[in-house]
């Protein structure tokens, strides 16, 4: 079965630092990896889809890049805002399954 | 557009009791994800719909839980009887159609407390 980890569970980083958030994927037969954002009380709001052919994709100030070979997709968020504090989360899609990781909570401080 | 639209936003039930959600995809979306999500935890898929047809249940505890999406628009998903492990947030989206270049886009959930 597909495990998604993310590390690590929680970032405090001060406004204008450059950061990058890990996922991990233990079974590389996968259609494409998604990263959310989740901001409390609500629900996700996709950022970036990378199909499984594809290594990144951008999206103004995010780029996420996928090596299925290694199981692992970065998150790297440019010059972060108080408004990136949320809980940024990864999935991966096996089948017709999808499979998220437990979140990074990222907090930007100003 | 409208985004995907769920109610309620809260409920509070005594175990053992039922209740039902309902969601309302965004317009034209062909493919209706219901998942669950427990504190601190990332959202499970519970089932798949692709038009009105289910495309994948096997996260979903038959014995209690139930869903339906009759006409491939909108869908409700039940609980019956309920049990305290179902405390958690339920989470609706929805995608174009079920392929592997196609986003999810959710909905803001409803909150189940179990007493």
């Known amino acids: 079965k597909q495990e998604v980890t993310q590390i690590p569970a929680a970032l405090s980083v001060p406004e204008g630092e450059n950061l990058v958030l890990n996922c991990s994927f233990t079974?590389?037969?996968?259609?494409?990896l998604q990263w959310f954002r989740q901001d409390p009380g609500k629900g996700l709001t996709s950022l970036l889809l990378i199909q499984s052919s594809q290594r990144e994709q951008t999206s103004g100030r995010l780029n996420a890049s996928l090596d299925k070979s290694s199981g692992r997709s970065t998150l790297y968020i440019a010059a972060s805002q108080p408004g990136d504090s949320a809980t940024y989360l990864c999935?991966?899609?096996?089948?017709?399954?999808?499979?998220f990781g437990t979140g990074t909570s990222l907090t930007v401080i100003p | 557009e409208a985004g995907v639209a769920q109610s309620p936003r809260y409920k509070i039930i005594e175990k053992r009791q039922s209740v039902a959600f309902w969601c309302n995809p965004i317009?034209?979306?062909?493919?209706l994800y219901w998942y669950q999500q427990i504190l601190g935890q990332g959202p499970k898929l519970l089932i798949q719909?692709?038009?009105?047809?289910?495309?994948?249940d096997s996260q979903l505890p038959k014995d209690r839980f139930s869903a339906e999406r009759l006409k491939g628009v909108d869908s409700t998903l039940k609980i019956q009887p309920a049990k305290l492990e179902d405390s958690a947030v339920y989470l609706c989206?929805?995608?174009?159609?079920?392929?592997?270049?196609?986003?999810?886009?959710f909905g803001d959930g409803t909150r189940l407390s179990i007493l």
């Open positions: 719909f692709q038009n009105n047809g289910v495309v994948d």
């Open positions: 317009s034209g979306h062909a493919t």
């Open positions: 079974d590389s037969a996968i259609y494409n």
């Open positions: 989206a929805s995608s174009l159609y079920n392929a592997g270049n196609q986003p999810q886009h």
């Open positions: 999935a991966v899609r096996t089948g017709n399954q999808f499979y």
